[in-house]
């Protein structure tokens, strides 16, 4: 059963300190997404690439932000310096879309849960 | 650019009934897909249904069926025979069928079924 897996499900931190959370894709999936869930502005998209190449991050704070997909089975999303305000729940999600496919949906996965203190 | 509208923060319905849960959406586009997710408070996104804009059929998958009213940009779903572990929160979701592919999401509606 192939499924979006995501590490560490869990973290808590402290202002400052850099934070690296992880997604492993489906194997075969072109598009991977990062997005970041709040109480107050729900599922928002923060960056994602395609075939790896980073299409659009510019939802993204770009100053501590990072995102990168070194190979196809790994992507990454970085904060350094981490802030409270950062607390949330970071989903990553894969795909195989292509025009008008006839499977395009996005999967997800389990959640990074990160609480800044 | 598209935005999706979930206008009931919460809903509650007893147990075996049948509920409904709208969304509206706005959008320049012809073709697209629209979809309901799951969030139970395992915090996992499941994939509830799908609908194909170019499809006039609308989609069903057991006891989740949409009525898809793509004239007034309208994607409300229907739950029957609720149960308790239809206890959600569920999100809207729109996606171009070419391009960005992005979701674009509503606020949710979270659900509770009573006993």
């Known amino acids: 059963d192939a499924r979006v897996t995501q590490t560490p499900r869990h973290k808590v931190t402290e202002m400052g300190q850099e934070v690296t959370m992880r997604c492993q894709p489906i194997?075969?999936?072109?598009?991977v997404f990062w997005y970041r869930q709040t109480m107050m502005q729900g599922l928002e998209l923060l960056a994602y690439?395609?075939?790896?190449?980073?299409?659009?991050d510019s939802g993204m704070p770009k100053d501590r932000f990072s995102a990168e997909m070194p190979d196809a089975t790994l992507a990454t999303l970085k904060i350094q310096p981490s802030e409270p305000r950062d607390s949330a729940v970071y989903f990553c999600?894969?795909?195989?879309?292509?025009?008008?496919?006839?499977?395009?949906?996005?999967?997800f996965g389990p959640g990074t849960r990160l609480t800044v203190l | 650019a598209q935005t999706v509208t979930q206008s009931q923060p919460e809903m509650s319905v007893q147990e075996a009934e049948t509920v409904t849960l709208s969304c509206t959406y706005d959008?320049?586009?012809?073709?697209?897909?629209l979809f309901w997710y799951k969030q139970p408070p395992s915090r996992q996104m499941i994939l509830v249904i799908r609908?194909?804009?170019?499809?006039?059929q609308n989609a069903t998958e057991n006891r989740f069926s949409v009525n898809f009213q793509k004239a007034a940009k309208s994607f409300s779903l229907k739950i029957s025979d609720s149960q308790l572990g239809d206890t959600a929160m569920y999100f809207c979701?729109?996606?171009?069928?070419?391009?960005?592919?992005?979701?674009?999401f509503g606020t949710g509606t979270r659900l509770k079924v009573l006993a």
């Open positions: 609908q194909e804009a170019y499809k006039q």
């Open positions: 194997l075969g999936h072109n598009t």
């Open positions: 979701a729109f996606m171009k069928t070419s391009g960005t592919y992005k979701y674009i």
């Open positions: 959008t320049s586009e012809n073709n697209y897909y």
């Open positions: 999600a894969s795909g195989f879309l292509i025009q008008r496919g006839p499977n395009n949906e996005q999967f």
């Open positions: 690439f395609r075939n790896r190449a980073p299409l659009d």
